[in-house]
């Protein structure tokens, strides 16, 4: 989570797996954001991966919601999410290239 100067407010990783091409992850996370704050910030998503031990993480992939949101689509999400009241809003994305 970054504040509208792009410093990181909050930072949450999933679990990691191990072995699996394409991992599915169903995980929460939850961020502390004051009503008045929420047109105020971006949502930063990034994915990496790492093939063995010995090589460094790439980044695989990445999206955005909220100020900075990286495309339209991404926009749009985030104002449902806003007007939903607490209520969860799902969609998938596709990551933009690193």
């Keep these: 989570m970054l504040d ?9 990783k999933t ?12 995980e929460t996370f939850v961020f502390q954001v004051a009503l008045f704050q929420l047109s105020e910030v971006t ?7 790492r093939r ?8 695989v992939g990445w999206v955005a919601l909220g100020l900075n ?7 749009e999400h985030w104002t449902q999410m ?11 994305h596709t990551l933009l290239d690193s």
């Design 15 to 26: 679990s990691i797996c191990r072995g699996q091409p394409n991992p599915t992850y169903k």
């Design 43 to 49: 949502l930063q998503v990034m994915v990496f991966s």
């Design 82 to 92: 806003k007007e939903a009241e607490g209520q969860q809003v799902c969609q998938w």
């Design 4 to 12: 509208s100067k792009g410093k990181e407010m909050s930072k949450c």
């Design 69 to 75: 949101s990286s495309t339209e689509e991404q926009e």
């Design 52 to 59: 063995s031990s010995m090589r460094r993480r790439e980044r």
